[in-house]
Each structure stands twice: as structure tokens, then as C-alpha cells.
């Protein structure tokens, strides 16, 4: 195993940026050789912060050319990911951390996995909530058969799809075992447009999931009362209710597990496992390191985040055939919400 330090760099240097850091700041493995953000206040607070000592690039090709990393972190608005990532993977970096979503079109989303497969360098998307705790115990407990055989389930996501509909569908996409989805129905609320990270989203969206294996998925996106659980079991939170043959558990996004029922033991309450955000960064910077040095395929790599993203653009499309979509999603390349969007088709 090649456990020699790795030369990282970060493009971008934000808020996100900040929270990364914590997970590289925590593997010894990682060096930080350079910081490259338009904004030489943003990169030098980020130096500061973490006490990295890294040189300072305006230009990120520059400092691709001259610092050679190994590993890069790329905390940049979506529509920046595919062309920032295609000058990584050029100048021969190994692995890179993109923030998510992918990107803001299905055809940009496809040429970053293409880009990774032919170049081999190793990308994965920070969907970092595998990483807690109590979303892993979910997975081994579905696994373990504890509420049966999954026959259902609940999606919830506030307060879009592109942005963080992604995190929902990965982590139903996780339980099920890395299952795609087979077709998609799907409806959007335009009442309100939201700009996220430059990138035009609606206010929400509902409609229906049939995943490979037959587990039928309700999806609601929009507004929420609490991000945290409460009395109140009305109230519509961030994750997932899985319901099986023989109980259900209805867990939130960073693993806190709301409910768990099983039928047949009415005493049974499954353990309660809380982590962090910072805990979850650090699993997923970890992991990504450990996996460029075996060489296995990341928790988080770009074809799981493919998936997740295949059902997003397959809701608008719903919506722009009024149909249901059959996956795998062919013949769209672009976004069909914005598509929609600057033709007018949302007009009061």
C-alpha cells in the first residue's frame, strides 16, 4: 500500500472549503501545498483557520502547473464542477473531492464520470452522510432483516432536488444496496424559483420512484417545519422512512433514527448513533485517501453519485413529457426544469 503523504490542494476556499478542511486537517496522510480561490482574503482565512501554509493561487491552472498535487478539493459552485474537474484530471491529478450536486445539466454529470473512467483519476462527490453512524446502522439493520423484507418508502428533501434531493436519494439508493432506480414520475412546484449556487431550482417537487428490486418510493421536496424530529409526527423532516414487511424506521439525513417499529417486538427500539458534520467529513476525506491507495471503488465515487443524480433529472424530464420516465435516462443532455424554465413553460 502506497502510504506516502499526499500533496493536496483546494479550489475554492468558502464555507464548504472550511468544513472540508476539518477531514483533511484530520488524516495525517494530507499535506496542503495550495489554496486557489478568486478571493486572496477567502484563501488566506482558510490558511489561518487550519494552519495549513499553503501558497496562495487566484488561478487555478496555475497552480495546478506548479504545485502538482496529488489530491484536490474542489468547494465551488455547481456549474464550475465539470470544467474545473476536466483541468484536475489534465494535469494528472489522482483524486478529487468535488462538492455536490455534479453538475447542472445530466449531460455535464455523464462527461464528469466519463472523464473519471478515462483518466482514472479517482472522483467522488461529498455525500458525506454514508459516513454517519447511524445511517451505517440502518444499512446493517436493514440488512439483518430486522423490519423484513423492504417493501416501501418515504423520501423527503427541503428544499430542492439538484442540490439536496441528492443526499435523499443516495441514502434510500444506500439502503437498498446500491439499487438503481427503474422509472421515475414526477411533478414540480414553480410557485417560487430559488437561485442555488447559480443554478435555478423550483420551490418543490413530489411524485413516485420504482426502484429495480420493486421497493415503490414516495418522493416530497419542499418547505419543512423542523429540521429536527419532534412530537409532531405530521411535521415533514429531511430523510427517509423505509417501510418493510415485518417493521419500518424512519431515519433523518445525518442518521438520527426518529422511529423504529418491529411488529413482532414491540420492546424493540434500535440504538441511536449520532455524528457530526465534522465526524462525517473526516470518515469521507479518510475514506477517499484509503480507497486511492488500494485502489477499491469509494463509498461516495462518481458512479454511486450518478444514480442519485439520474433520478433528479429524470423527475424534471417527467415533467416535460408528462409521463413517467424509464431509466436509464437516454436522449437528455441537458436540464429539462431549466430548459422548461427559459421557454416559458412555468409563465403564471
Known sequence: MNTQTKRVAFIGCGKRAHEHAIGVQ???RCEVVALSDISTASAEMLNAEFGFQAK??????????????????????????????????????KAVLCEKPMSATWGECQEMGLIADETGCQLTFSLQRRFAKGNQTVRRLIKEGK??????????????????????FDQAISYLD???????LGAVDTTEIFNWFNVASECGASGQIVFANGVQANLYSGSIDTWEPSQDMAKIWAGVRVIGAEGFIEVMWDGQIVRGVNYEDPTWKPEMELSSMSDQM?????????CLETGEEPEVSHRKALRA????????ESVRRNARVELKLTGVTDSPFITMLENGQFTK
Open 26 to 28: 484530520d488524516d495525517n
Open 56 to 93: 496562495i493561487y487566484t488561478d487555478h491552472k496555475e497552480m495546478l502547473a506548479k504545485e502538482k498535487p496529488d489530491v484536490v478539493l474542489i468547494c465551488l459552485w455547481t456549474p464550475l464542477h465539470l470544467s474545473v474537474f476536466r483541468d484536475c484530471a489534465e494535469a494528472g491529478v
Open 147 to 168: 423490519i423484513g423484507q423492504v417493501l416501501r418508502m418515504d423520501l423527503y428533501s427541503p428544499p430542492n432536488l439538484l442540490d439536496c434531493g441528492i443526499h435523499t
Open 178 to 184: 446500491e439499487t438503481s432506480a427503474k422509472w421515475v
Open 282 to 290: 473526516k470518515g469521507y476525506v479518510r475514506h477517499a485517501i484509503d
Open 309 to 316: 443524480s439520474e433520478i433528479i433529472f429524470a423527475v424534471y
